[in-house]
């Protein structure tokens, strides 16, 4: 009865040893299989947050660009608008009068034209 035993426990540890290398192989297998899901799951995602700073980087230039222009523009025509008033003020008017030699008048004189003399369309 022990030889009989003893023969049937060789086989089964045999049995597990070859079950202790599938073991050892799957686990083997399955880090590189985990390591190939993290890569292909983490490197999308990494270039699509990297393309993601990208824009916001770039966004962010042009909103600066586009403020500092802003702010040249309203400082410009701040000026163009002051000049404008200065331009269009009485005194300035007056002194392009008189350096135009106008003179002020006292009564509106119209002329008369006869119809004869105008040109006229044939038709």
Request: charged share 20%.
């Amino acid at each position: 009865m022990n030889c009989t035993n003893h023969q049937t426990l060789t086989p089964n540890l045999s049995f597990l040893a070859k079950i202790g290398n599938l073991i050892e192989v799957w686990k083997a297998n399955f880090r590189q299989l985990t390591l190939i899901m993290v890569l292909f799951l983490i490197l999308p995602l990494l270039s699509f947050y990297l393309f993601q700073v990208g824009l916001v980087i770039k966004e962010n230039y042009l909103v600066k660009n586009y403020s500092r222009d802003l702010e040249k523009l309203t400082s410009e025509n701040e000026m163009l608008v002051t000049e404008a008033i200065k331009t269009l003020s009485l005194e300035n008017i007056e002194k392009e009068v008189q350096k135009l030699n106008f003179v002020p008048i006292s009564e509106i004189k119209y002329i008369s034209i006869s119809y004869d003399l105008l040109a006229r369309e044939n038709h």
